[in-house]
């Protein structure tokens, strides 16, 4: 079957722009992740889905940054007003229950900069 | 102090050598994952661990809770392997999981 996708892989926008970064996680998976990595850093977490319950967004850097998933699978990033500071690698990973209990399958990632 | 420690941070080795990237926490933990990047590339979970011994290919995984410690070794190391490989642990109870630094390895032919 088919493994996490992200769209697009590369996005190249002005400062001030809106951006959305989509993932399709693999079906079936319940728990949906967004992580960001900067240039020489290690991987923030963003936010969490679990099934229908609320997502946990302790990780949104501020409130330019936003997400839903729809319907329980496909999940969409937004981030209004783009900073250069928001360039990053923005990952999606999925998985079967929560982190503890199912390994982690990462999307490809799409390559954001802000010009 | 870092809740997960991960050494060396840079290991550049010849192929065919034994490489071995050890990861340290201090939280107590549901597992412990590593996983690889490779340069310009997204990332792939190589082993979920909580206990024990894993295997797969030339990668080798173990874990000791007692010790809050984990290794990854690569038997005949090639220059494919490199990448960085990044341990990340689940902890008892928060799903979010607490990320190493890395370590950059290179293989040189």
């Known amino acids: 079957g088919a493994g996490v996708s992200q769209s697009p892989s590369n996005k190249v926008t002005e400062k001030g722009k809106d951006v959305e970064l989509r993932c399709d996680p693999i079906?079936?998976?319940?728990?949906l992740y967004w992580y960001r990595q900067s240039l020489g850093q290690g991987l923030e977490f963003l936010i969490y889905f679990q099934g229908n319950s609320a997502p946990d967004k302790s990780g949104l850097p501020s409130d330019r940054f936003s997400a839903e998933r729809t319907g329980g699978s496909v999940s969409t990033l937004t981030i209004q007003r783009t900073q250069q500071e928001d360039s990053a690698v923005y990952l999606c990973?999925?998985?079967?229950?929560?982190?503890?209990?199912?390994?982690?399958?990462f999307g490809p990632g799409t390559r954001l900069l802000v010009l | 102090k870092n809740e997960v420690e991960q050494s060396p941070q840079n290991l550049t080795a010849q192929e065919g050598e034994f490489i071995t990237i050890n990861c340290s926490y201090s939280?107590?933990?549901?597992?412990l994952h590593w996983l690889q990047q490779h340069p310009g590339g997204g990332i792939v979970s190589l082993f979920m661990l909580s206990s024990g011994k894993k295997k797969h290919g030339r990668l080798i995984a173990t874990i000791n809770i007692q010790e809050k410690h984990s290794s990854l070794h690569i038997t005949a190391s090639h220059p494919r392997d490199s990448a960085v490989y990044i341990c990340a642990v689940s902890e008892n109870s928060n799903y979010q999981l607490i990320w190493g630094a890395g370590t950059k390895l290179i293989i040189k032919p």
């Open positions: 079906s079936g998976h319940t728990a």
């Open positions: 990973a999925s998985s079967f229950g929560t982190s503890g209990r199912g390994t982690q399958y």
């Open positions: 939280v107590g933990i549901s597992a």
